[in-house]
């Protein structure tokens, strides 16, 4: 099984600072890593696809980048609607696994 | 527009067992590979189990492996999930996603809460 470890786990930020997700795989996954934001009491939504690339809808302040075993979700001027937690995940092989989240409060 | 919506949550004992739903519209579903997730109070995501667009191929988590069985009717474009000696660890909100290309979930349901506990 890939294992995917995120730091922080927690992260307490002022609006419009810059945040910093990490997450790195057990293995080489290429680019097979996704980021997803969850709010409180609604199901997942995708953010980034296949490491870096936007998906549609999301807000230019949300980028992605890495490959193999090293991948980083950058926020760009936090916003208060930015209030989530925030979940890398990886598809690569028969079974896919999820990091164990990153929760971003605002300060 | 892509629609998921899951049913069938439930209070069950342990040992007991429980059947998913999850009903989909506004996409070729039998064109599409389907996924359980689960996440427990308070915890994060965990994979459960995938199912490809034919419904030849299934995967499982381990711990479910031999309890869980996920199948799918394309003709009524909704995805299940049997689960059988139901144990307090698997209480948790069940999601079911969609998979684009076999990768990445692009649409998820709103979740149906699972209990177990006597």
């Known amino acids: 099984e890939i294992v995917l470890t995120q730091s922080p786990d927690f992260q307490s930020v002022t609006p419009k600072e810059r945040v910093t997700i990490s997450c790195r795989a057990s293995?080489?996954?290429?680019?097979?890593l996704h980021w997803y934001q969850q709010k409180p009491g609604q199901s997942p939504q995708l953010l980034i696809k296949?490491?870096?690339q936007s998906f549609s809808g999301v807000p230019s302040r949300f980028s992605g980048s890495g490959s193999g075993t090293d991948f980083t979700l950058i926020i760009n001027g936090l916003e208060t609607e930015d209030a989530a937690t925030y979940y890398c995940?990886?598809?690569?092989?028969?079974?896919?696994?999820f990091g164990g989240g990153t929760k971003v409060e605002i300060k | 527009e892509m629609q998921l919506s899951e049913s069938g949550g439930a209070l069950v004992q342990p040992g007991g067992s429980l059947r998913l739903s999850c009903a989909t519209s506004?996409?070729?579903?039998?064109?599409?590979?389907m996924s359980w997730v689960r996440q427990a109070p308070g915890k994060g995501l965990e994979w459960v189990s995938s199912?490809?667009?034919?419904?030849?191929?299934?995967y499982y988590v381990d711990s479910v492996e031999g309890r869980f069985t996920i199948s799918r009717d394309n003709y009524r474009n909704t995805l299940f999930l049997q689960m059988n000696s139901l144990r307090a660890e698997d209480t948790a909100v069940y999601y079911c996603?969609?998979?684009?290309?076999?990768?990445?979930?692009?649409?998820w349901g709103q979740g149906s809460l699972v209990t177990v506990s006597s």
């Open positions: 296949f490491a870096s």
């Open positions: 996603g969609k998979l684009y290309s076999g990768s990445y979930f692009d649409s």
């Open positions: 199912i490809s667009g034919p419904g030849t191929t299934t």
């Open positions: 995940h990886q598809t690569t092989g028969l079974r896919q696994t």
């Open positions: 293995q080489n996954i290429g680019n097979n």
């Open positions: 506004g996409f070729p579903f039998s064109s599409y590979a």
